[in-house]
């Protein structure tokens, strides 16, 4: 069975990411990737549902879409503190 393709390619996918991940809905999840993941469907309808994520990019494990990094890890939990 093939997923049609109606969400954000694998590329844009990861650069919407990096655009939303500062967004106070996201920082709250202390990195919980599945619910960065949930977040992120509710704030822009162009990703896969979260429970879709691991197949529609051909992934192992949602860190492999949403990575953050060490900078961005300090910046966000500065933030939650």
Known sequence: ???DRIYYDSETCVKKINQLVS???IKKYHFELS???KEL???DKNFPPKDLW???YNVKNLAEIINI???RKN?????LD
């Open 35 to 37: 619910d960065i993941c």
């Open 69 to 71: 990094d060490g900078k």
């Open 1 to 3: 069975m093939s997923i």
């Open 54 to 56: 691991i197949d529609y």
């Open 41 to 43: 469907c509710k704030l």
């Open 23 to 25: 967004h106070d809905e």
């Open 75 to 79: 910046k966000l939990y500065h933030y």
